[in-house]
DNA sequence: TTGTTCTATAAACGATTGTTTCATAAACAA
DNA sequence: TTGTTTATGAAACAATCGTTTATAGAACAA
């Protein structure tokens, strides 16, 4: 072989792909690559490209032109599941809720929500939540999730309270801290009983006007 | 012809090509359309595609198989201009700025943006729009324009006070009212001498952790 | 060395698919 | 009616493109 640099021809490839479908709107072919990458026969890009489906990173139909597709899609559908208002816990999803059909989907670029798994969105009623930030009709994309970490924006329904609220969670002696996202506001503290974890906030989307 | 409803068959058609994408996530050839929208001919779908074409709701390369794309994309880049701080007017972007390279850029789903053109995108340093509940690090979408309707979240400098504010914008007998998002806070009254319309808040964007 | 595995080259086959042609039917205006 | 434009049908052609086969070089271990 007189190309020394081409040992990284699956990566090339990987790199040739969605630069193409960027430019062009739709996948290559096998010739496209090998004319973008600079190789020389179409089976050398089949044989990658069946070793890249194989080990998760492309997609193709068999028998279908251009059906090349990334395995990670840049867009996401997340499921709106409901909505939340003063007073009441914040919808959980059962595994149910991820089967059925929801009422509303909705698109969200795909490093919105990073890696993470078991996302939905909720609408936010009211302004029960303003001192996180969080105006009526914005949308909370949430993680429902078992443990946190210090620090992350959880959702936690405070059982003597009988209200659900939205806070950065810091694990103290004996206590939990419960810090507003606005920091001119003064921190709330409970003991760890007191709180039922409902997940964590991912993101906060508002859309003004129409 | 049997069927006097296919007089819609346009329309059956650009409704099947997104509903195909969406499911298999490559354009349908020709012939999918034939089965899909239950055609009998090619034929009529090549004529109907022309005229789809020419009417500029689709685009195709000639030539290349399934390369059939809705002129109308459901994500958009939006330049991320700089930031805005406390004190400072928001950055106003020139004619060069659209053309001009910009240091990033934000995808987003187009139906935030609506239809809208001249949509950039800014950084939020600081806790200075707090009372328009938009904490340090969101982002905030903005659409330059000249005149606004009442009720609009507007960006405005303040030019006595040398600060920009994001507030509703409301007209009154020779004065303005700027109303903080937060409805719990009180309104302010100025001059309309005194503020200078920066651009209209489309949506603002939190995303937490990492 | 030998064998094995991964990669590269060349060429050909055959399925998929865009395009064209010709003929027919419908819609509509003058 | 007549003519004109637009939509439909069936079939065939030609280009594109996925796939296969057969061969060989390179890297590496035993």
Redesign the pocket.
Known sequence: ??K?G??K??ESILKFIPDFIDQRGYSP????IVKGCQ???????????N?LEKAGFIH?D???????QLVEKDIIAVPLLGTVAAGQPIPVPDSNSWTSTPEESLKLPRDLVGGRDNIYALRVKGMSMIDALIADGDIVVMESAQNMEDGEMAAVWLKEEQEVTLKKLYREPGRLRLQPANEQMKPIYVKPENVELQGKVVAVLRKLNR
Chains 1, 2 share one sequence.
């Open positions: 072989m007189r020394p081409v040992s021809t699956r072919t096998v010739r496209d190789l020389s026969s179409t089976a050398v890009v089949q044989h990658h490209l070793v193709r068999p028998e279908v032109f251009r059906s090349i």
